[in-house]
């Protein structure tokens, strides 16, 4: 559980794995597979509470998205930070789980309009918020079905395994739009992983651009906490 916290997984994780152990513990001992039950006197893991959590204001969030926008950090020749810009845009607006993130494909950021009622292709534009607001059924959206594993560097199954489509905001699309159009004029392959990092060097990346900033050191899952905070606010039910 201690490595698990070290690469910096949600509590939640580390709960499901104490959990899970604690009950092959107990049903060994019952078994009488071990002769003492070490569980009465290992100390139960702790964990965070949801209280815990710290929320990323809508003026902290525009920091460190101007941070990304008006600055550069190049390896092996390529400027990480339009895609860093991205996939912060992508967690603060959708509230994916980082897993999830890094496994999205350019396939899986997708057009729909509920009020097609032809099979003519639309013209896509980037959308504007007053568009957003006008036509909140039609825009791009993610395709959720599966995350990435960076210890191991495999794709899987979703946590709960439960594949979503969320709807994306305005500002996560203009930037994908244009990161996918420069993806395509070099030859990539949309069904290319988007993020090529892992969720350690994601984490860190976010940790410098806080400490330059005087920001609060915020991680990947507190972007998760904080867009469902922001719906809790909004009324929106548990």
């Known amino acids: 559980c201690s490595d698990v916290r070290s690469h910096n997984y949600a509590d939640e994780t580390i709960r499901s794995i104490n959990a899970t152990f604690r009950k092959l513990i107990n049903l060994c001992y019952k078994k009488k597979l071990v002769k003492e039950n070490i569980l009465d006197y290992a100390d139960n893991i702790k964990t965070r509470s949801k209280e815990d959590y710290r929320v990323i204001s809508k003026e902290e969030f525009d920091e460190i998205d101007n941070y990304l926008k008006n600055n550069s950090f190049y390896r092996l020749g390529v400027n990480c930070y339009p895609k860093y810009r991205l996939l912060v845009n992508i967690l603060y607006y959708t509230g ?3 897993g999830e993130c890094l496994a999205l494909t ?9 009020y097609k009622k032809t099979d003519e292709k639309s013209v896509v534009i980037a959308p504007s918020s007053q568009l957003s607001e006008e036509k909140h059924l039609r825009g791009w959206r993610l395709i959720v079905n599966k995350a990435y594993v960076s210890d191991i560097k495999i794709a899987k199954d979703t946590k709960n395994f439960k594949h979503r489509k969320i709807p994306l ?11 996918k159009q420069e993806h395509i004029m070099n030859g990539g392959n949309l069904d290319e992983r988007i993020f090529s990092q892992t969720h350690g060097a994601v984490n860190m990346m976010i940790g410098n651009v806080c400490k330059k900033l005087k920001l609060p050191e915020y991680n990947c899952h507190e972007f998760r906490h904080t867009f ?7 009324g929106v039910p548990l």
């Open 96 to 98: 994916v789980r980082i």
């Open 106 to 114: 350019y396939n899986d950021l997708e057009e729909f309009d509920y």
């Open 169 to 179: 905001s305005p500002a996560p699309t203009r930037l994908f739009m244009r990161i």
């Open 228 to 234: 469902i905070s922001n719906l809790i606010s909004k």
